[in-house]
């Protein structure tokens, strides 16, 4: 959440940010490429949720990813990873 | 009750902390600042001093444990040189940005190549634009004394900046002169205790001086020139302030000597500024309308002091114990560029002196007033920056 000021006396004497998700906004909107889960070929290693750097995959109950496209800036780690290649990355459409 | 003491600019700088209180105090040893955080050392050892001493790998981790520990809402302290200040250079951004009042003494050493461990200002005034309030220092009462009112001015709530406290190598940091440390119940009664604009706490979370977009980024800088521009207006208060409490006075932004009526006015910071004093006091006798203005603080810059200066001489002359390649010396380009503005501007002169240790004696600088009368009577400047005991 971000406390956006309206004005400049509005403002802290330095930004400070609390813990929140996604304090720079919808991040996602970066991403050219887009991760894909393929849940046939994955084996619910785990591996794509440990290196995801963003925190952008969730493990599920059944330890499946779940990768949020809010916030994952598309930079292809999990599929690097996968060792099963069960990610691939699609280009965006417009 | 007063203690007097005959001790070198470094102690009393250890002493000063000790007075204010300072609760975390993170330094790395260099020529010659050492023996203020030695003095430090020894008061934490024998616990006369209630502070965690932290001992870095660095100078930059010195200052960012400086900058953890003032966000964490206590006073803090450091020391540094030369070489040290440079290297703590990138934190330093992030100690004004992030608006901590931490107060540093910089021992003023000569920059390298070629090595050297004498002094001038090469050091801090490269750190002129990282947001650090500057005081330069005359004398060893004058480094405790702005110490107690570096202290007193950062942590005011119109300001939130931190601030270098800069004396001379050896000419100041190791040379032994009587002076006086106040009573303590009076320097409490100075500095109240430390409340921070802001402060780190375990259970309301948060990050501090994160990413800022180019939508409010111009917005925080300007926060920072607001208060430079604050503690421009406050620095002359304070010290009155304290000289009413403890009988010494600076002349807040710049100490003027013998002005009033003079035709020439010799410029220049720290011992030069002093030494400037003995020169003038001969010119005078020999019938010659010089004065001097010792410029106290270079950040801010004290510009309209300089402006009411140039109304009322015809030359000005800067001394700077500093170059900056390529131009001349800081000091005497934001002295022009103070009077820009002007109509009528004096004449002007600028000197390069005593770069590396070189000695400025106040014989060095009669000769350089009478080098600038003799321009002053030409009703012109032949080179505006000279080079003064240069060798052949």
């Not at chain 2, 030494?275 to 005078?284: E, G, I, N, P």
């Not at chain 2, 510009?303 to 170059?323: C, P, Y």
């Not at chain 2, 321009?375 to 052949?392: I, N, Q, S």
Request: hydrophobic share 40%.
């Amino acid at each position: 959440m971000t406390l956006a000021p309206k004005k400049r006396g509005d403002l802290p004497l330095t930004p400070l940010s609390c813990p929140t998700e996604g304090s720079m906004g919808n991040t996602g909107s970066w991403r050219t490429f887009r991760p894909e889960v393929n849940y046939s070929k994955c084996t619910k290693c785990t591996l794509c949720w440990v290196f995801c750097p963003d925190a952008a995959i969730t493990r599920q109950q059944d330890d499946s990813p779940k990768i949020d496209y809010d916030y994952c800036k598309g930079c292809g780690i999990c599929a690097n990873e996968c060792p099963v290649k069960a990610i691939v990355m699609v280009r965006e459409e417009e | 009750m007063v203690q007097r003491v005959v001790d070198t600019a470094n102690h009393l700088a250890g002493y000063a902390a000790k007075a204010a209180g300072v609760k975390v105090v993170a330094a790395y040893p260099i020529t010659p600042q050492t023996t203020i955080v030695e003095k430090i050392a020894d008061f934490v050892e024998s616990g006369e001093m209630d502070a965690e001493y932290i001992r870095v790998e660095s100078e930059h981790s010195a200052m960012v444990a400086c900058i953890g520990a003032a966000a964490a809402g206590v006073r803090t302290f450091t020391a540094t040189s030369s070489h040290g200040l440079a290297l703590m250079h990138e934190a330093l951004h992030w100690a004004s940005g992030s608006r901590l009042p931490i107060v540093m003494a910089v021992v003023n050493r000569a920059m390298g190549a070629p090595w050297s461990i004498w002094p001038d200002m090469s050091d801090s005034l490269s750190q002129r634009d990282t947001g650090w309030i500057q005081f330069y220092c005359a004398g060893n009462q004058e480094v405790f004394d702005t110490i107690l009112q570096a202290y007193k001015l950062c942590e005011d709530e119109r300001v939130f900046l931190p601030a270098m406290v800069c004396l001379e190598g050896f000419i100041l940091s190791h040379t032994y002169a009587p002076a006086e440390i106040p009573d303590q119940a009076k320097v409490d009664a100075f500095l109240p205790a430390y409340k921070s604009g802001w402060v780190l706490d375990v259970n309301k979370p948060y990050s501090h001086a994160n990413l800022v977009s180019p939508e409010w980024y111009m917005e925080f800088r300007y926060l920072i020139q607001e208060a430079m521009e604050n503690a421009k207006r406050l620095i002359p208060q304070i010290d009155k302030e304290y000289a009413e409490r403890f009988g010494h006075a600076y002349g807040g932004l710049i100490e003027k000597y013998r002005c009033d009526d003079a035709d020439l006015v010799l410029l220049a910071m720290g011992t030069i500024g002093s030494d400037a004093k003995l020169a003038v006091d001969k010119l005078r006798k020999e019938g010659l309308k010089v004065g001097s203005a010792r410029v106290r603080v270079y950040r801010p810059f004290p510009v309209e002091e300089i402006v009411k200066l140039a109304a009322s001489s015809r030359m000005l002359v800067t001394l700077d114990r500093h170059i900056s390649f390529g131009m001349e010396g800081f000091l005497g380009s934001e002295v022009k560029a103070s009077l820009y503005g002007q109509q009528d501007r004096p004449l002007f002169s600028g000197f390069i002196a005593g770069l590396g240790g070189r000695d400025v004696t106040a014989e060095t600088i009669e000769k350089v007033a009478k080098r600038s009368l003799k321009m002053l009577d030409a009703g012109r400047v032949e080179k505006e920056t000279e080079w003064v005991d240069l060798r052949e």
